[in-house]
């Protein structure tokens, strides 16, 4: 219902910085939770952060916290993150994530019903 394109992956060093956008297409939009997951080869899909419809409250792994911001901006579309200080762990395929669930914000897996392709993300060391 809610078609999703990731943007913004790249290889970077170590220390370095990238900043990835999620582009959606609907008319609902702004009614949705959205989230951010990564996934390394052979590793589970991870939450990495979260989002509420406004924009007001967010979430993010222990493993993120202090280096990533998500952030979104209705009025475009599009909900971003913003990684810095990145390491060789945060290596892996990132997608952006859709809730249909009547929360403002939540972080169950389960709760996410669509998907973008992913963008790749390798970090150097």
């Known amino acids: 219902q809610v078609q999703l394109v990731e943007s913004g992956g790249g290889l970077v060093q170590a220390g370095g910085s990238l900043r990835l956008s999620c582009a959606a297409s609907?008319?609902?939009?702004?009614?949705?939770?959205m989230a951010w997951f990564r996934q390394a080869p052979g590793k589970e899909r991870d939450l990495v952060a979260a989002?509420?419809?406004?924009?007001?409250?967010?979430y993010y792994a222990d493993s993120v916290k202090g280096r990533f911001t998500i952030s979104r901006d209705n009025a475009k579309n599009t909900v971003y993150l913003q990684m810095n200080s990145l390491k060789p762990e945060d290596t892996a395929l990132y997608y952006c994530?859709?809730?249909?669930?009547?929360?403002?914000?939540?972080?169950?897996?389960?709760?996410?019903?669509?998907w973008g392709q992913g963008t790749q993300v390798t970090v150097s060391s």
């Open positions: 989002i509420s419809l406004s924009g007001a409250i967010t």
């Open positions: 609907g008319r609902t939009f702004s009614r949705y939770p």
């Open positions: 994530a859709a809730s249909k669930i009547n929360y403002e914000i939540t972080l169950n897996v389960l709760a996410y019903d669509d």
